[in-house]
């Protein structure tokens, strides 16, 4: 029996969320058609009428987003008021669950998560709609296309994966509650910004797809979509960090990045979405690789379908069991309609796509994105290979295999060295071609630089060839290093070259100067900042290889040296909480005789739900730009009953963290329009830097217009 | 020296010593310690998806029986080989941490260097076909009018994306 008729509500918004869409897409596609045979003078309707239905459809796609709001709203609402005749909110809270919690139930299971992707998608859908004027013809289409999406996921929220259903049975008098590995607060944000970036990926891929299929002139489509894909980048990108800092965070086996397969679905469109974003400039600037770029908004929206086909049929073996099901021919199905939508399109109108122009030298900026993406898309497909290979070797050999850490290192670790590489040479080639006198001015301090800390690192110690254990691990690490120090270089002496020449021009201190370039052309000097984040994200990763750990059963006194730090244990305590019985060690953190820190690693018994009952280890860490001391309870030797104590030394991680703040700035930047300068403020700059060269045409004082 | 820059060839070939020279590094490693070595080549057969060394699984029931009976192949004195034989006859194939048993096996690390190598080539001979084709438009500058057809709103958008996207 239903404690109240919210879950009601729910089913039939989301039923009213369905049919509202179904018109979009019909009176849409059928709008469009109209529309394009008044215009060739073959249809007996007059263009004003198919316009008319065309504002229909558009209307009825803002109103689906309120009815999918609303059954996102009774899920939540189904949630904080403990219904349990929900199936959904049964299985994935109880009555105990934080309150943050339990709003996160909404995205915990797969029914939620799968409402979570139709909401954003209606809610980027309501944002494109309202925004039509922008252009009104290539927006239609658009909605339509996204109105085709939104009716998949919609009718398998209604039909596959219901997330009002009812438990059979007697109402349960509590929930089996969420599970405690994700009862944690990046757990709240990851999954919604993992889906903001998945989601947000339609709206370019229905943008692209829409332009192909009107023929659309120019390249206006992708100064209008430049926004959107920049935001679903940002969003996917902070979503996959958010995961990694979760699983260093709460998993306690020290380490950020498994190479699990549901970690790979997120990995393979940040690949193919960062390469789109590098190519797209080049049609952008100079109307090439329009096949390709259409392709590679095709593959990038095509594989945040196929990752989540993944998480959820169980086609690979993955650690996050809890999201398989088997929806899973529901994706196949759309992935091969979709991939014939794409492939159809294409063979129709791929004589629209004909490059402008023509590459005019190998040393240019052009070839340098060029084997940029080829980097990326072999990153890419390493991991869709290694993600593949063990259906493919169960096929073929009959057993399945293990792809795990070993063979993703050995493969993407060199293409992640050139990939920095060419993070540092590609901005300092001009477009077109680049001089030799150009290469020379560029390219000295950035190989002093990277030669110096080379140099520098080996007289330090890090000598690969004594590393007998860890030779590779050493070798790419100097590799990397020393990489990151010519890519800094290149991008500092870029800022101060055009810093100084602002300088000159306005006659503000250098700092100030920096800015203001940087507010002139935020979409090249915000790149920048990305690239500086990357690269800081390197220097974390890279810091690995020096990785210490101590494993040792301790008591009251015992003390355990890792690294610069001394761990002495203060005490051992048990406690009992309502959800979980708890072993906690007090261990006080020395460097040298200076005290630094307490800190507590505990191991938790969840007992609270009856399908989540287990053991969880609370990962104690005491955080520096040097290192992470992490420290964890591993449990209790069953022979002397005393608890083992595990401590890592990670070096340097914390700029992995501090390099995606750095790109979500510089994605910040990149996305804030530039300023241009009045005709007055021009004549006073010049007056000021009379006889200075001259930087160019963008300056400062007003706010550019922007599509 | 400008005459070299200037040329394809000076640049597949700096590539080629590069690509070379990393596959040379990466083929090092035979000073590594051996427990540590099998060790990482394992997984942990408890189902937490970890390496076997690297296995915090609170008070996993397999990977210390693992560990144990790594030590005591090792101290047989049996090849490495013949100890990742034992424990995939064991455990089965699942066991290994990457696949390295030969026949299909070597298709997992074979076929992402050829498609990288394939695909790197590939680049090289689109670059050297559009630099062809475009000394061949400049020379007919008849063919070479295509950014002239576009109408003056066009030219002035792609003025502005011009600007946006100067480097």
């Known amino acids: 029996m239903q404690a109240h008729p919210m879950p009601d509500f729910g089913s039939f918004c989301l039923l009213l969320g369905l049919i509202l869409t179904v018109y979009t897409f019909a009176a849409g596609s059928l709008a469009l058609w109209g529309a394009s045979a008044a215009g060739l003078r073959i249809a007996h309707r007059p263009a004003a009428l198919w316009n008319r239905l065309g504002e229909t459809a558009r209307r009825a796609g803002i109103a689906s987003f309120i009815a999918v709001a609303c059954a996102a709203f009774a899920l939540v609402w189904a949630a904080f008021t403990n219904d349990f005749s929900v199936e959904y909110i049964r299985a994935h809270s109880d009555i105990a669950l934080n309150p943050a919690y339990k709003f996160a139930t909404l995205w915990s299971g797969q029914e939620g998560s799968l409402l979570l992707w139709a909401g954003l998608l209606s809610g980027y859908g309501l944002v494109l709609r309202v925004r039509h004027r922008v252009d009104v013809r290539l927006t239609a289409f658009a909605s339509t296309i996204l109105a085709a999406i939104q009716i998949f996921f919609l009718l398998l929220l209604c039909v596959g994966a219901p997330p009002f259903s009812i438990h059979p049975g007697a109402v349960p008098a509590d929930g089996a509650g969420l599970n405690p590995l994700l009862q944690y607060p990046e757990m709240v944000m990851h999954p919604p910004l993992l889906y903001l970036g998945y989601v947000g990926f339609s709206v370019p891929f229905a943008f692209a797809l829409g332009a192909l299929m009107m023929r659309y002139p120019g390249e206006k489509w992708i100064h209008i979509t430049r926004r959107w894909t920049m935001v679903a980048w940002l969003f996917l990108t902070v979503g996959i960090f958010m995961g990694a800092h979760w699983a260093y965070s709460v998993l306690g086996w020290g380490g950020y990045w498994g190479w699990d397969p549901v970690e790979n679905a997120s990995l393979m469109p940040w690949l193919t979405g960062t390469a789109f974003l590098h190519s797209v400039m080049m049609q952008e600037k100079r109307g090439m690789m329009k096949n390709w770029n259409v392709w590679l908004i095709f593959s990038t929206f095509m594989l945040t379908i196929l990752g989540t086909l993944l998480t959820r049929s169980g086609l690979v073996s993955s650690v996050h069991a809890f999201a398989q099901s088997n ?61 593949l290979f063990p259906v493919l070797s169960e096929y073929v050999q009959g057993s399945k295999v293990t792809m795990g850490a070993p063979f993703y290192n050995r493969v993407n670790i060199p293409i992640g060295l050139f990939l920095l590489f060419l993070t540092g040479i590609g901005p300092l080639l001009a477009w077109r071609s680049t001089s030799l006198r150009s290469i020379r001015r560029n390219f000295v301090l950035p190989s002093i630089a990277m030669a110096a800390m080379a140099i520098a690192l080996m007289i330090g110690g890090v000598r ?92 009251y006194g015992d003390q355990l040296s890792i690294g610069p730090y001394r761990l002495v244990c203060q005490s051992i305590t048990q406690d009992s909480k309502p959800e979980y019985d708890t072993d906690y060690a007090l261990l006080d953190v020395y460097r040298g005789n200076k005290y630094v820190t307490q800190l507590a690693p505990e191991l938790r018994e969840y007992f609270a739900g009856t399908d989540h009952q287990q053991q969880l280890t609370m990962v104690a860490l005491h955080s520096t730009a040097q290192s992470d001391l992490y420290v964890i309870f591993e449990g209790k030797n069953p022979d002397t009953g005393r608890p083992i104590i595990k401590a890592r030394l990670n070096p340097l991680i914390a700029w992995i963290w501090i390099g995606v703040l750095i790109v979500v700035a510089g994605t910040f930047v990149a996305l804030v329009p530039n300023l241009v300068r009045t005709a007055a403020r021009q004549r006073q700059e010049d007056l000021v830097g009379a006889g200075a060269p001259v930087l160019g045409a963008a300056g400062v004082l007003a706010k550019a217009p922007h599509a | ?96 941490a990457a696949p390295i048993r030969g026949g299909f096996d070597d298709a997992a690390w074979i076929v992402p260097f050829t498609v990288f190598v394939l695909a ?28 002239a057809q576009l109408t003056p709103e066009e030219s002035a958008l792609r003025e502005r994306i011009r600007r946006e996207t100067e480097y």
């Open chain 1, 327 to 387: 929806i899973g021919a529901w994706f196949y199905t759309f992935i091969m309609i979709v991939l014939a939508v794409c492939l159809f399109t294409f063979f129709l109108q791929r004589d629209h796509l004909k490059s402008e122009n023509k590459l005019e030298s190998l040393v240019s900026r052009e070839s340098s994105f060029l084997f940029n993406n080829l980097i990326l898309l072999a990153a890419c497909f390493t991991v869709l290979w290694g993600t």
């Open chain 2, 120 to 147: 790197t080539a590939g680049t090289f001979a689109i670059v050297w076909m559009w630099k062809r084709r475009y000394r061949t438009m400049v020379a007919a500058p008849a063919l070479a009018g295509a950014a």
């Open chain 2, 1 to 96: 020296m400008r005459k070299a820059v200037a040329n394809p060839v000076f640049w597949a070939k700096t590539l080629q010593c590069a690509l070379l020279s990393l596959v040379v590094v990466a083929m090092l490693g035979a000073g590594e310690s051996r427990f540590d070595h099998l060790g990482h080549e394992l997984m942990c057969s408890c189902g937490c998806g970890q390496i076997l060394l690297e296995c915090n699984h609170v008070s996993c029931p397999d990977s210390p029986v693992m560990i144990r009976e790594l030590h005591a192949q090792l101290a047989s004195g049996a090849s490495d080989k013949a100890i990742l034989n034992w424990f995939v006859a064991k455990y089965g194939p699942t066991i290994l």
């Open chain 1, 464 to 555: 690969p060839w004594n590393d007998g254990d860890d030779m590779h691990a050493t070798f790419f690490s100097l590799m990397a290093f020393s990489l990151a120090a010519g890519v800094i270089t290149a991008i500092t002496e870029e800022f101060l070259r055009g810093a100084r020449v602002v300088r000159t021009q306005t006659g503000k201190n250098l700092l100030a100067s920096a800015v203001l370039l940087t507010r002139r052309n935020t979409r090249r000097y915000g790149g920048y900042i990305i690239h500086f984040g990357i690269v800081v994200m390197f220097i974390g990763i890279a810091g690995g290889a020096f990785n210490q750990s101590r494993e040792m059963e301790m008591s």
